[in-house]
């Protein structure tokens, strides 16, 4: 039996609340027989997992359901993304596939091999990837059927320096980047957004991440699913790489829960 059920967890808000929030990238545990797969050495592998975990985004939803008015629900992985990463497309649609990162991985941030190149993907995303997408699309669902609709905020953070593997990481690095979809974020949802996040040192737009998460099923066919990315620039709260939480943390609890609260009513 797989422990996949295990790998994500749906926090309940209150009965009323039409927001998720998503934790995609925050969690480093990696299974053993999934390490297995992985060719980097303990110590290397902790280098990858300080670099590509957002750090503290688990904590920040959580401080930020506890702020806010009407409490969110949340939507968290238990894993690391070096599993499975649960934004991807599982197919060729997918444009990170081109530096090894697509669902699955098989290259480093830096471009090194992370798993052999032709690692087959589709144990792992059997075992992982789509019962998360099921759980998830089920709990859009539910804030649907609940409330009529639903308002999926993605939490995440970036790294102030620019990585080898960003596609698009030339642009603009601002304090807090807002990942839009053209169907699924409306203007009323990105002024939300900007006001809520206005003290936390500025807000830009899709760089150098654009884009957010909405479960296939809804995607580009219900616009009663909202949907907006919000990328925290990491040294604005921690100390990078991988290093501890510092007091910025707080205030982002604090814009994000006014999000909450600006979009739940």
Known sequence: MTDAPSSFALLPGAPHSPVILHVPHSARRIPPDVRSGIVLDDAELERELDHLTDAHTAELAEAAAGLAGTRPWRFVNRLSR???????????????????????????????ELRPADTDPEPLIERYFRPYARAMTE???????????????????????RLPYELHGDGPRPPVCLG???FHTSPG??????????GCGGTGLDSPFAGTYVPLEFYGRRAEVGALMVEIRRDTYMREPGGPAGPGLGRLAGALAALVDAVSH
């Open 189 to 198: 949802l990105l002024a939300a957004a900007r006001e809520a996040f206005a």
């Open 139 to 161: 709990a859009v669902a539910g804030r649907l059927a609940a409330t009529g609709r639903a308002v999926i905020v993605d939490v995440h953070s970036y790294p102030g320096e």
């Open 82 to 112: 070096l599993v499975v990463d649960p934004e991807r497309f599982p197919d060729e649609r997918e444009e990170m596939t081109a530096v090894g990162m697509g669902a699955v991985y098989t290259r480093t941030a830096h471009g090194a």
């Open 180 to 182: 839009t979809d053209a």
